[in-house]
């Protein structure tokens, strides 16, 4: 019972997964170039993050 909670709390808190894309990087690399420029407001990068992100995947 306790290695299945350490198990648990392991796959819980240590490791966690992210489903990475082509995609969800994308959309990543300009949210951190919106926000390294400064020159928008970091509401409207992270609104703009949000639409690519619903957006996905993204054709180019």
């Known amino acids: 019972m306790c ?11 240590c ?7 082509a995609c969800t990087d994308k959309c990543d690399e300009r ?3 919106c926000l390294r420029l ?3 407001h ?3 990068c ?4 949000d639409n690519c992100m619903q957006s996905c995947p993204i054709e180019e």
């Open 46 to 49: 992270f609104e703009r993050h």
């Open 31 to 33: 949210l951190n170039t």
């Open 3 to 13: 290695e299945e909670s350490r198990a648990l709390c392991e796959e819980t808190f």
């Open 15 to 21: 490791y966690p997964v992210r489903a990475s894309s």
């Open 38 to 40: 400064g020159t928008t």
């Open 42 to 44: 970091m509401r409207v």
